[in-house]
């Protein structure tokens, strides 16, 4: 094998890593002959194999580095074991493809076993079952081998360099990531006519995939260093698939700001109605780890399709320019314009332009009510939590599949000092397995105090969200109860909290779903916010569209006027 720290001989192939790894990836050569190879940051391939199969060695090496496949404890455990670095290796490639599906072609799906892709969830449980006495057959030759030394390496490097005093101490990040859109057309054939050449494709299925690929792009406010596709992370999924997902973003937030709500909480007012005023820093939130399930699935239930209601949510202006009629002059063509008639030609008449919404310009943090009153049975035979987890599953997976901005939190609370919020899906999170299997895992508990959770999800939403347009969107059986916090005291101070989001350009939305509240106790609890109460969750699309672009829209004016 060739000396880690490549360069990045093969930037097309560097763009399919990056997308597939969800993170900067390069792609290098190896010594020809010898198989394809990663250290967690270059793929190695060899550069006498033909151009079909080192698009399947980078889509191996990149799955591997997305599922996790390189932790640091499995590749310990795999340091001078070439045998049973292979009989790992047998295992979890074929895992990693399949928890990559959702971004791979069918062709390269294909090189998956599910046989064997699906007898293990994770790493650690390939690593346990390549330790099992019995023959094994050994992996494909397009999964190339394991680095494990050189993956340790290169993982030791970036820790001494995060960290050269070697104290583990990580200083805190105030900077915060401003995210753009890149509008559809920005990203074809002209821009680079080189860029989708072979040995990626060219015009073949992997060139158009890959184009396809990053054409729902974002872009992070990085400074542009790092291999390709270190400002494009892609956001796309395959909307027709509701299994495994793998949607990555760059941009990340501060991990001591984390730290420092888990451990000390933060503090919010709450509105006394009686009083006619607030009890500042009333209520204490924090934001504690999920609980995954041995018995959680990543699979969602009773598929709905709510995307199209969505599509055109929260679209952004996009100025064409140049054209033959719009909405207002451009300067620069109309200044051309002049030039050619003064010198006797005839002058090009699209000097205007136009405004179209293209651009996905949307943030939106889904506050799930996973309380005790969530356990009380629903209707279709199931609990008010099993249909309010769907629904905020489809609703988390459509905003992702069309390039929103998604997080999903879920609150319970033990009286004003304990008010719990579990963060599913932040906003800078890959939406995968994972994901699902932590939302999988939520149960019913406790109480509901329900104007802090909606102001720690607007406080979250408005800091970390990272667009101009914020939408707030309560799943909730409109029960708001806890220690001191009674019907009527609860129902004001939610009320409050949502109009304070409201006035602050936030756009709100309520959902009820299998619940038996009547109207009167949610008008009370939601006020003049948009809310809709459904039976079951195949009814979700029937209602959002209209109600989220009404938000959406009312929050925009309110920006405006302030």
């Given at each position: 094998?060739?000396?880690?720290?490549?360069?990045?001989?093969?930037?097309?192939?560097?763009?399919?890593?990056?997308?597939?790894?969800?993170?900067?990836?390069?792609?290098?050569?190896?010594?020809?002959?010898?198989?394809?190879?990663?250290?967690?940051?270059?793929?190695?391939?060899?550069?006498?194999?033909?151009?079909?199969?080192?698009?399947?060695?980078?889509?191996?090496?990149?799955?591997?580095?997305?599922?996790?496949?390189?932790?640091?404890?499995?590749?310990?455990?795999?340091?001078?074991?070439?045998?049973?670095?292979?009989?790992?290796?047998?295992?979890?490639?074929?895992?990693?493809?399949?928890?990559?599906?959702?971004?791979?072609?069918?062709?390269?799906?294909?090189?998956?076993?599910?046989?064997?892709?699906?007898?293990?969830?994770?790493?650690?449980?390939?690593?346990?079952?390549?330790?099992?006495?019995?023959?094994?057959?050994?992996?494909?030759?397009?999964?190339?081998?394991i680095a494990a030394k050189k993956v340790l390496a290169v993982s030791a490097a970036a820790a001494k360099h995060a960290d050269p005093q070697g104290a583990g101490h990580v200083p805190r990040r105030q900077e915060?990531?401003?995210?753009?859109?890149?509008?559809?057309?920005?990203?074809?054939?002209?821009?680079?006519?080189?860029?989708?050449?072979?040995?990626?494709?060219?015009?073949?299925?992997?060139?158009?995939?890959?184009?396809?690929?990053?054409?729902?792009?974002?872009?992070?406010?990085?400074?542009?260093?790092?291999?390709?596709?270190?400002?494009?992370?892609?956001?796309?999924?395959?909307?027709?698939?509701?299994?495994?997902?793998?949607?990555?973003?760059?941009?990340?937030?501060?991990?001591?700001?984390?730290?420092?709500?888990?451990?000390?909480?933060?503090?919010?007012?709450?509105?006394?109605?009686?009083?006619?005023?607030?009890?500042?820093?009333?209520?204490?939130?924090?934001?504690?780890?999920?609980?995954?399930?041995?018995?959680?699935?990543?699979?969602?239930?009773?598929?709905?399709?709510?995307?199209?209601?969505?599509?055109?949510?929260?679209?952004?202006?996009?100025?064409?320019?140049?054209?033959?009629?719009?909405?207002?002059?451009?300067?620069?063509?109309?200044?051309?314009?002049?030039?050619?008639?003064?010198?006797?030609?005839?002058?090009?008449?699209?000097?205007?332009?136009?405004?179209?919404?293209?651009?996905?310009?949307?943030?939106?943090?889904?506050?799930?009510?996973?309380?005790?009153?969530?356990?009380?049975?629903?209707?279709?035979?199931?609990?008010?939590?099993?249909?309010?987890?769907?629904?905020?599953?489809?609703?988390?997976?459509?905003?992702?599949?069309?390039?929103?901005?998604?997080?999903?939190?879920?609150?319970?609370?033990?009286?004003?000092?304990?008010?719990?919020?579990?963060?599913?899906?932040?906003?800078?999170?890959?939406?995968?397995?994972?994901?699902?299997?932590?939302?999988?895992?939520?149960?019913?508990?406790?109480?509901?105090?329900?104007?802090?959770?909606?102001?720690?999800?607007?406080?979250?939403?408005?800091?970390?969200?990272?667009?101009?347009?914020?939408?707030?969107?309560?799943?909730?059986?409109?029960?708001?109860?806890?220690?001191?916090?009674?019907?009527?005291?609860?129902?004001?101070?939610?009320?409050?909290?949502?109009?304070?989001?409201?006035?602050?350009?936030?756009?709100?939305?309520?959902?009820?779903?299998?619940?038996?509240?009547?109207?009167?106790?949610?008008?009370?609890?939601?006020?003049?916010?948009?809310?809709?109460?459904?039976?079951?969750?195949?009814?979700?699309?029937?209602?959002?569209?209209?109600?989220?672009?009404?938000?959406?829209?009312?929050?925009?004016?309110?920006?405006?006027?302030?």
């Amino acid at each position: 094998m060739s000396n880690g720290g490549g360069g990045n001989r093969y930037p097309g192939l560097g763009l399919l890593a990056s997308a597939l790894a969800g993170r900067p990836v390069a792609v290098d050569v190896a010594d020809p002959g010898r198989p394809s190879w990663t250290d967690g940051q270059t793929v190695f391939v060899d550069p006498s194999a033909p151009s079909h199969a080192r698009v399947e060695a980078v889509a191996v090496q990149a799955s591997l580095i997305a599922a996790g496949s390189l932790d640091p404890d499995v590749m310990s455990a795999l340091v001078r074991h070439r045998r049973l670095a292979q009989r790992y290796l047998a295992i979890e490639g074929h895992r990693a493809l399949l928890a990559n599906a959702a971004l791979l072609p069918g062709s390269l799906v294909a090189m998956a076993d599910r046989s064997i892709g699906e007898h293990s969830d994770s790493a650690a449980a390939s690593l346990r079952i390549a330790r099992q006495d019995g023959a094994m057959p050994g992996p494909p030759k397009a999964f190339g081998a394991i680095a494990a030394k050189k993956v340790l390496a290169v993982s030791a490097a970036a820790a001494k360099h995060a960290d050269p005093q070697g104290a583990g101490h990580v200083p805190r990040r105030q900077e915060r990531h401003e995210l753009t859109e890149l509008d559809e057309d920005q990203v074809d054939d002209t821009d680079d006519p080189d860029l989708f050449s072979s040995p990626v494709g060219g015009g073949g299925t992997i060139g158009k995939w890959l184009k396809k690929l990053l054409s729902s792009a974002r872009k992070t406010g990085g400074n542009g260093a790092g291999p390709p596709g270190a400002d494009t992370p892609t956001h796309r999924t395959n909307s027709t698939t509701r299994g495994l997902h793998a949607v990555s973003s760059l941009a990340s937030v501060a991990s001591e700001q984390v730290d420092d709500i888990k451990t000390e909480g933060l503090k919010y007012p709450e509105w006394n109605a009686e009083r006619k005023t607030y009890r500042p820093d009333w209520c204490t939130v924090r934001e504690v780890d999920p609980e995954i399930k041995a018995s959680a699935t990543q699979q969602i239930e009773d598929a709905i399709s709510v995307r199209r209601p969505l599509a055109r949510l929260g679209m952004g202006l996009h100025r064409r320019h140049r054209q033959p009629q719009g909405d207002d002059i451009d300067i620069d063509a109309a200044l051309e314009a002049r030039v050619e008639v003064r010198a006797g030609s005839a002058p090009d008449e699209a000097v205007y332009l136009d405004s179209l919404r293209r651009r996905r310009d949307l943030s939106v943090l889904l506050l799930l009510d996973i309380s005790g009153s969530a356990a009380e049975p629903g209707t279709v035979g199931r609990t008010v939590h099993q249909q309010q987890r769907t629904a905020a599953a489809h609703l988390m997976v459509a905003l992702h599949d069309l390039g929103d901005r998604v997080s999903l939190y879920a609150y319970y609370s033990q009286g004003r000092s304990a008010v719990s919020m579990v963060p599913v899906k932040r906003f800078d999170e890959h939406l995968d397995a994972q994901v699902l299997r932590r939302l999988n895992s939520l149960e019913p508990g406790a109480y509901s105090r329900l104007g802090a959770a909606i102001r720690h999800g607007a406080a979250v939403l408005e800091d970390r969200g990272g667009t101009s347009r914020r939408l707030l969107v309560v799943l909730s059986d409109g029960l708001a109860y806890d220690h001191g916090y009674e019907r009527a005291y609860g129902a004001a101070d939610a009320r409050r909290a949502l109009t304070e989001a409201r006035r602050r350009g936030t756009g709100c939305v309520c959902l009820t779903i299998g619940a038996s509240t009547d109207t009167a106790a949610l008008r009370r609890v939601f006020g003049s916010t948009a809310h809709a109460t459904i039976s079951h969750p195949d009814q979700l699309a029937g209602v959002i569209g209209p109600m989220f672009r009404s938000a959406v829209r009312s929050a925009e004016v309110r920006r405006r006027v302030s």
